[in-house]
């Protein structure tokens, strides 16, 4: 059985909520017990229907207010899939918690209100979910139900989206346009009867069907090591075991590795697993490395081929998404998390703050506020191993910390 | 159902574990005795195979176990050789810290937090593991695998980090400590294929046995001493338990499934969720919420 991440995105109360407690409700994944709470809960809020939206808010909040604020993870099979669905907030005031679930997916919803097509916030949400290259984009055209089930409405909204791609130029996802409404149940998991024109599939069988596997890096072997294991029993003395996991490619027994940042040379020796020991560490395994020789190595240190070696340096660009409701100012210093490293860092330069919706570039400002994308210049203490998020999202991607408040800042991706 | 996607989920545990042992000084590992802490224990075998892992077991107890779930405990920590600290609710009672709660549906299940926290404080730990699973409830589906507490273990949901990819920030200020939740993303019949699949033992009363139970508003609760009786009558019958948790509060499930696979099966066509045979969470519609916010796991 295979397994797809995905994730919900879409202006405040497009509908996203409702969609993913549809899902569940029409392929028969809810509890009798579940069920029971949102009959509950509907009718005490004075609703004529079932709110499945119900389902997914589980804060207090954000039942009181109507709207999601942090991201639901919900799980739910259908006989051949399983799915992870983070369900995130629409509102602006919570872009980091959209971002949250968006880094962890392969592939995203992005809702549209029929009756209000395409706006700000689908924008914002079409332009970070091309950041983190999401290979597989649903545009879920919702509320059919209050437009009549108009053909042309859907058309038109489907033209504006398609519009807005065409300034994306290194553009490469797939997007499915799909007529719905959550609330009715029209082409989410049955096809529905009053789009007889819609001549594509619902929206379950497309999930059910999209290829998951699109893209695993397979060529350029990563191993950050993440823990050093040392039993100190009399059974393994002097055992030196490097733990991590394979981000990229591959490595087998026998095979030159070297070490960075020293550049120190050795032997995989043996590939350990509590289940016995392999041939051949493969992408993503959780694996531990045995060297033939004895060299210095610790938490963050990488191990890659001699011959395909990732970029090593103190400086780096990328875009990042400003997290925190603190600015970030040109000169900003914070700490840096990118493979393993903890790295004292500084924002060096500001190139540009980029808005979503004109895709302008604006170069005056050179301080950062909540939920700003920006192309910046950051200078680390140390250097970093890395490759462009492009080739490599595991070795491409970081975090910033802020030393005092302990806080993740920033979403960066490597350019 | 193949392996195909235990594998993963299993890989992401067995990275998170690591990542705990390399970014905190004291972490501890919170066991229950039920299956899920089970399944955590031998992750964390895993991710630190060959040495053994390099946290403490912490159990607290309080007081209202089911025998069969003590007796494995000890067997499984004198197996791999780990260490077990446990501390007592009874204790917590006895100093005046916490309250015994009163009437039919008292139970112990939210005194726990207060010996827990103490524990915390006594060891200095600053990483607490927990079997948690956010498909269990829906306040859990709103937490972050590395959730951050300040000094009162309260859960604060408006002001969690955003967790992005891979990159786990276990930062914290003096006072403040982590929960981790390796199990985050497995549902209840993955962990029991996962059981299936690793040949893991468990404490009996997952499987079907007799047992003296009565019936409280329309559940299946064990009779034990610890009860409030209401003048229920006590019958016996064939019950399995789904979940383990205090027994004031864990209800039974008539069940004659004797093996992982008629218990798979089981699961698989129930029309009621794991969570619906805790009292605990019944309580109201914002139970786990609340009791989250006042530092429970
Ligand atoms: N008529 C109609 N109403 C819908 C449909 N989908 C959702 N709604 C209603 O729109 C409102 C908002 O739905 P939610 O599911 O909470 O929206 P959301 O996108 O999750 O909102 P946030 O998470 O706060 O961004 C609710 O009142 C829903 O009942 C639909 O297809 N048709
Ligand atoms: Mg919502």
Redesign the pocket.
């Known amino acids: 059985m295979k397994l797809l991440k995905f994730s919900t995105a879409?202006?405040?109360?497009?509908?996203?909520?409702?969609?993913i407690g549809r899902l569940l409700y029409d392929t028969g994944s809810l509890t009798e017990d579940q069920l029971e709470a949102v009959e509950a809960a509907s009718k005490r809020k004075g609703f004529d229907y079932l709110?499945l939206?119900l389902l997914t808010?589980g804060l207090s909040a954000e039942r009181e207010q109507?709207?999601?604020i942090d991201v639901a993870h919900i799980y739910f099979a259908t006989a051949n899939r399983k799915f992870i669905i983070a369900?995130t907030?629409?509102?602006v005031e919570y872009t980091r918690n959209m971002v949250t679930g968006a880094s962890n997916s392969r592939l995203s919803i992005i809702?549209i209100d029929a009756r209000k097509g395409v706006i700000e916030q689908t924008q914002r949400h079409f332009f970070i979910a091309n950041l983190l290259q999401i290979p597989e984009i649903v545009v879920a055209i919702?509320?059919?139900?209050?437009v009549d089930y108009q053909q042309a409405k859907f058309n038109a909204i489907k033209e504006a989206f398609l519009q807005f791609t065409q300034g994306f130029p290194n553009f490469k996802q797939n997007i499915t346009f799909i007529p719905?409404?959550?609330?009715?149940g029209d082409n989410v998991v049955n096809e529905s009867e009053n789009m007889p024109w819609y001549k594509g599939k619902s929206l379950l069988h497309y999930l059910e069907n999209v290829d998951v596997n699109s893209y695993v890096n397979k060529k350029d072997a990563r191993f950050p090591v993440q823990y050093v294991i040392r039993p100190h029993s009399e059974e393994f003395h002097d055992y030196r075991g490097y733990a991590g996991q394979v981000i990229s490619g591959a490595f087998s027994v026998g095979e030159e590795v070297t070490v960075l940042p020293s550049q120190q040379k050795s032997k995989v020796k043996q590939v350990v697993t509590f289940d016995g020991d392999l041939e051949i560490a493969e992408t993503n395994s959780c694996v531990t490395l045995l060297l033939e020789d004895e060299v210095d190595i610790t938490r963050g240190n990488m191990l890659v081929k001699t011959a395909n070696q990732p970029q090593i340096d103190k400086e780096i660009t990328a875009d990042i998404c400003w997290m925190d409701t603190q600015l970030l100012v040109q000169g900003g210093k914070y700490l840096i998390e990118h493979s393993h490293n903890l790295i004292k860092a500084m924002v060096r330069e500001v190139d540009y703050i980029v808005h979503t919706s004109t895709l302008k570039k604006d170069t005056e400002t050179k301080t950062i506020k909540l939920n700003d994308i920006a192309r910046v210049k950051i200078k680390t203490a140390q250097p970093l191993f890395f490759d462009a998020y492009e080739q490599n999202q595991a070795n491409g991607s970081f975090i910033l910390i802020n030393e005092q408040t302990k806080n993740t800042v920033a979403a960066g991706i490597i350019v | 159902m193949s392996s195909n996607h235990l594998k993963e989920l299993e890989e992401e545990s067995i990275y998170i574990m690591r990542e705990v042992a390399a970014q905190f000084e004291r972490p501890a590992l919170l066991f229950s005795g039920g299956k899920d802490s089970i399944t955590l224990v031998h992750l964390a075998r895993k991710a630190f195979y060959p040495a053994k892992f390099p946290f403490p077991l912490v159990h607290i107890d309080t007081g209202h176990n089911f025998p069969e779930t003590l007796t494995f405990r000890d067997q499984l920590v004198g197996k791999i050789g780990a260490q077990l600290i446990v501390r007592y609710v009874q204790d917590s009672i006895n100093q005046k810290k916490a309250t015994e709660e009163t009437g039919k549906y008292a139970s112990r299940n939210s005194l726990q937090t207060v010996t827990l926290l103490d524990t915390i404080e006594e060891f200095k730990f600053d990483a607490c593991i927990g079997g948690a699973r956010r498909d269990e409830e829906k306040a859990r589906a709103k937490e972050r695998i590395f959730s951050v507490r300040d000094e009162f273990g309260s859960w604060e949901p408006k002001r969690q980090r955003p967790e992005l990819w891979g990159h786990l920030n276990g930062m914290i200020n003096y006072g403040e400590n982590v929960r981790c939740f390796p199990i985050s993303n497995w549902t209840e019949l993955d962990v029991w294929n996962y059981i299936k699949q690793e040949k893991l033992n468990l404490p009996s009363i997952y499987f079907t046995h007799q047992r003296e139970v009565l019936i409280r508003d329309g559940q299946i609760f064990p009779y034990s001493e610890f009860l409030n009786m209401d003048g229920e009558e006590i019958s016996t019958q064939d019950v399995r338990f789904r979940t383990v948790g205090d027994m004031t509060c864990t209800a039974a499930v008539s069940s004659t499934a004797g093996t992982l696979d008629d218990i798979i099966s089981e699961i698989k066509s129930s029309r009621i969720s794991e969570r619906g045979a805790r009292m605990d969470d019944k309580r109201s519609e914002a139970a786990m919420e609340k009791r989250k916010l006042a530092g429970y796991f």
């Open positions: 879409g202006s405040v109360d497009d509908g996203k909520s409702t969609l709110d939206s808010d109507g709207i999601t369900d907030p629409g509102h809702l919702n509320k059919m139900d209050l719905i409404s959550s609330l009715k």
